[in-house]
């Protein structure tokens, strides 16, 4: 664990394996609403400090690494960063969002590592969004289409 945030409104929590980092948070800013959240969190991200560009991922067939569901929605972005010596560097960064509690809260992942070892880390995170997942979410919050 490299840091945990609890500020009354945010919890965060950030772990690092030496390569790639992960943080998770609470955020209740986008009300609960996963979309919002990945769209705030994109903005964030592609507008980070030293951040030259900004695109999605694409997967092996070339469509961009981006998706939602009930209830989730992810997207990985390339980040290309320049060094005060001019050299840049690109990261991957993965981030799903989920809603928690239904009209209040999300828990946001964010994972980064360099792009030449991303592939390797992300199968090291949880797998992405499949029906499992969807179902549990249904059975413990039900099925609005609010979700």
Known sequence: MIEEVSDGTYDQLRLTNGISEVTLVGDPDSRGDPGTCLAEWAGIVGEGDGVVDAALLADEDGAPVLGAGRGYAYAALVLDYAAEDGAT???VVYLECRTVVPGEAVAV????????????EAV??????DAHLEADHED???????L
Do not use: E, I, L, T
Not at 109 to 120: E, G, Q
Not at 124 to 129: D, H, L, N
């Open 140 to 146: 413990r919050y039900g099925g609005g289409d609010d």
């Open 109 to 120: 992942v964010v994972h980064a590592a360099p792009f030449a070892a991303y592939a390797a």
């Open 89 to 91: 560097a690109s990261w």
């Open 124 to 129: 090291a995170r949880a797998p992405a969004p």
